[in-house]
């Protein structure tokens, strides 16, 4: 959610915020769902299938935030930077 205003033009920053939230409320929806078919094929057994589920969850979760830290080092928030700045380095090549 931070990041929206860095990473989006001043004029696109409420239609980001309305995409961001509806990705939010689509995994809040969904990933129940997922759950309950997870525990329901599993014979209605809690362990070890659901908690396997949350263990990929939590390794995805992870592995995007490194992979987003490792080849995105520019968006790194330590040092914010405006959007016309990202696209005066993307124009300039570097």
């Known amino acids: 959610w931070p990041s929206v205003p ?8 409420g239609v980001a915020y ?19 078919a997870v525990y329901t094929a ?16 939590a390794i995805i979760g992870s592995a995007s935030a490194l992979l987003l830290n490792f080849t995105a080092p520019q ?8 959007f016309d700045q990202l696209e005066q380095q993307k124009n300039d090549g570097g």
């Open 18 to 36: 309305g995409v961001v939230t509806a990705v939010q409320n689509a995994g809040l929806a969904g990933i129940p769902l997922m759950v309950a």
């Open 6 to 13: 860095y990473l989006v033009p001043d004029d696109a920053i």
């Open 75 to 82: 968006l790194n928030m330590r040092n914010p930077i405006t």
């Open 42 to 57: 599993s014979n209605d057994q809690y362990i070890p299938n659901v908690e396997i589920l949350f263990v990929v969850f």
